[in-house]
């Protein structure tokens, strides 16, 4: 009986001991789980991108080449470049001033596609090269700009705005409604972004989207 008393004490240690490693490997195995279903939902939402980024875009190279446009080659050239940013930049992290080099060159592209010159007010505040930011994210606000956007009026153009403050990256769009708003059914548009930023930035960013006087605003903040 004495030898079974002073065991007890070890005996229940020993079981306290073995309760909490199994709640930590048993921890450690359902965050490696969140982790690696993180990493695929994130995969295949970057995998919506591609498709959808590139159908838009054959399209408008498509009728430069209808056109005959002396335009089309350098379109096809700035297509391949922003493809390989697209299928090769796989990074959870980049720097801003890459990515910002990125929707310049969709810009670039998009302008070769209107026969008059864009109306564009693009402005960037702060040093974009201490800044890093996951990839392929700025994209989406520009390309809703030019899907519904209407750019004959040169008093109402599309601007776009980058700021960087301390920890803070602010970024802004706004462009005059167009009546002819193509493909409302489809596209992947701003959930995917949405959706990304919450994996990415959990409550560390603001997304805000207005339509007012037939004026639309997006503003993303991320900390």
């Not at 002073?6 to 969140?34: E, M, P």
């Not at 004959?152 to 599309?158: E, F, G």
């Not at 009546?179 to 995917?192: A, P």
Request: with cysteine; hydrophobic share 40%; charged share 25%.
């Amino acid at each position: 009986l004495d030898n079974l008393y002073y065991a007890l004490v070890y005996i229940f240690l020993g079981f306290l001991i073995f309760l909490l490693d199994n709640q930590v490997t048993s921890q450690k195995t359902q965050a490696a789980l969140l982790q690696k279903t993180k990493e695929a939902e994130l995969q295949f939402l970057r995998s919506q991108i591609n498709p959808h980024f590139l159908f838009n875009t054959l399209n408008n190279i498509y009728s430069l080449v209808y056109e005959q446009s002396p335009k089309a080659p350098e379109a096809v050239l700035k297509l391949a470049e922003l493809m390989r940013y697209l299928l090769y930049e796989q990074k959870e992290k980049v720097p801003l001033s890459r990515e910002w080099h990125y929707v310049q060159n969709f810009i670039e592209l998009q302008r070769l596609r209107f026969p008059q010159e864009l109306p564009l007010e693009i402005k960037t505040v702060g040093d974009v090269e201490k800044h890093e930011i996951a990839p392929h994210v700025l994209i989406g606000f520009v390309e809703n700009a030019f899907k519904h956007g209407d750019f004959k009026d040169p008093s109402m153009p599309l601007r776009i705005r980058l700021a960087c403050n301390g920890s803070t990256v602010r970024f802004e769009t706004e462009n005059k409604i167009g009546r002819l708003h193509k493909d409302e059914s489809g596209g992947v548009g701003l959930e995917n972004i949405r959706r990304r930023l919450e994996l990415l930035y959990p409550e560390r960013f603001l997304l805000q989207v207005s339509g007012k006087n037939d004026l639309y605003h997006s503003q993303l903040i991320l900390n």
